[in-house]
């Protein structure tokens, strides 16, 4: 359990005017999110910048890191597709869905026993990048993209390299390197990946705490909550309703700001199988975040052994999270409504999210069958496969915390109706850009 004030700092919140100029590239950020201009980078984020938005580096020719992590879409994915296609014929489906790259700067390295910012709950697994944690830096983190096939698929280290060498940029990346920068292909590679950190790091665009939330927590003007969000930050501070934060809060954000929305942790929450990948068409393939397949070092000493790294997967930010259109690491659920609804209703109702094996569909369904499940027939009898997406045996990992405390079947919700309306009003107040008096607010979160 944690306490926190809204009002607890507000730090200098750097509401700069945007500053496209000229030079800035095709797919810039939109105007209203401030950037930083050209001449304020270091060297090395000049050319990271650039590189961001260079469709060169990749086998396609067709795909850029802004391709997947859009500028206008938080950094996060332009569509709602649970996983990108990528590839030398941009046909190949990754396995995840695509983490926004904004508020990333300062998260710290992976650690199994990451002590909790709220100095209460005992330390876990937390820190790192991607949704298993597996890499510590930015740095390191632009590789996986660069060499995947199904990403952005350049066949080795040297390629990349070459590609940098052909374009317009490399006098600049030689100038924040050196002159030697792009002779040895093991060190421009790693230099590449330092000029894209530098970037995210540097460019105001990655953080720009212009959210209704940081005017509010800074004390601005028309930062003023509506009864509504106001509401619905109670729902999520609550440890006996909501109890977001306690995973979802950390204290302090970038910049003086506050909050970045994320304590880092790493927890099994149970999000169900999503068949649209096609890597899931395999029954026997499954992503169990920090406990493999893609991450090595948690992996099970032998199939079926007793591991508590498996399930578990990275608490995202909560900032901009109203702007998806996709949610979780696999891109089951697609709006944000849902999926405050599967924490709801996860216990309660979990026919609405997971399989029923064996039953009989209900023709037509009871008229109060909800819509917003994931499972959009009802059945009589049969048997829910909770927690499809975990083998038997890892499901002991799955947090017992508010809201998704294992209340049984049919007993009523953590949150009311009212609770979920104003808890979407409140996240929304994440968003960046919100421009007093001109950014609309949903009729439903002025009350
Ligand atoms: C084909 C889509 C795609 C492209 C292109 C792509 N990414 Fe990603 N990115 C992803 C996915 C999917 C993940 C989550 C990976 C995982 O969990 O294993 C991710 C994760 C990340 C993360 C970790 C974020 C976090 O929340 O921990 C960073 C940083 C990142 N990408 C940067 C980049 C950079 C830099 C480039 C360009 C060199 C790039 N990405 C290109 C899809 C893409
Ligand atoms: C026990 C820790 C925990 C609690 C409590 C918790 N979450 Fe999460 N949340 C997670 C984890 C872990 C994930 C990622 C799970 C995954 O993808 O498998 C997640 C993912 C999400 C996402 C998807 C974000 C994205 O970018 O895909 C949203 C939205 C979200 N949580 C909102 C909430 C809200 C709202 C509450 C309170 C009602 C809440 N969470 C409570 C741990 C928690």
Redesign the pocket.
Known sequence: MRRISMFMCCGMLLLLSACNDATSPANAPPVTTPVTPQSRLSAAAQAGQVMFFDQTLSGSGKMSCATCHDPNSAYGPPNDLAVQLGGTSMTAAGTR?V??LRYKSVTPPYADLLDNPDGITAPGPGGGFT?DGRVDTLAEQAAIPLLDPNEMANTDKATVVAHIKAGPYADLFRQAFGQQALENVDDAFANAGKALQAFQMEDISFHPNTSKFDLNAGNKIGGAFTPAEERGFRV?VDPNV???A???YNGAGINGSSSLFTDF???A?G?PRNMAIPVNGDPTYMDMGVCGPLRKDHQPSAPHAADNFCGR????T?RN?AT?TV????GIMHS?EQ??RF?NTRDTRPELWYPTEGGTPKNPPDPDFPTYGLIKTQYVGGQVQKYNDLPAEYIANI?P????DGRPAGSATPMTEQNVTD?ICF?KTLNDDYVPGKTPTAPECLK
């Open positions: 869905a983490p926004s949704w999520f909501g109890n977001c306690s995973c979802h942790s790493i927890e929450i999000v997967f990275k608490s995202p909560l999270v998806r949610f979780f690491h696999n944000l999926v405050i924490y947090d915390q508010m809201p998704l808890l996240l």
